[in-house]
Nanobody
Framework: QADLAESGGDLVQAGHSLRLSCTASESVFDRYPMAWFRQDSGGEREAIAC?????????YADDSVEGRFTISRDNVNYNLYLQMDALKPEDTATYYCATHLRPFHGCSDATEEYRYWGQGTQVTVSS
């Protein structure tokens, strides 16, 4: 059984919204910073945003997602979310949620600092 499982990816037209969800087990969620990454075909996996257990967030993606993507978490049900508004074709990618290596640690955009990964959910935005 996977510890992290993303859902919510879809094929949508530009300008539309999607909400990605990541369902986690308590052992890989409760005390840890959680992050969303994305990877397009042929590209590297890049961090979008991270959120600590306290709710403090850090955005890593460039200005192209500012004001459009919002990370949040539900510490009761162990869910992580990424609200994506005003989607653009360049947002097309596979989106992954990840658990940081260390509990109660600060956020990071380095993939090597994340221990658990979901299988990914595909987001495709048509023009």
């Amino acid at each position: 059984q996977a510890d992290l499982a993303e859902s919510g990816g879809d094929l949508v037209q530009a300008g539309h919204s999607l909400r990605l969800s990541c369902t986690a087990s308590e052992s890989v969620f409760d005390r840890y910073p959680m992050a969303w990454f994305r990877q397009d075909s042929g590209g590297e996996r890049e961090a979008i945003a991270c959120i600590r257990r306290s709710g403090v967030t850090t955005r890593y993606a460039d200005d192209s997602v500012e004001g459009r993507f919002t990370i949040s978490r539900d510490n009761v049900n162990y869910n992580l979310y990424l609200q994506m508004d005003a989607l653009k074709p360049e947002d097309t990618a596979t989106y992954y949620c990840a658990t940081h290596l260390r509990p109660f640690h600060g956020c990071s955009d380095a993939t090597e600092e994340y221990r658990y990964w979901g299988q990914g959910t595909q987001v495709t935005v048509s023009s």
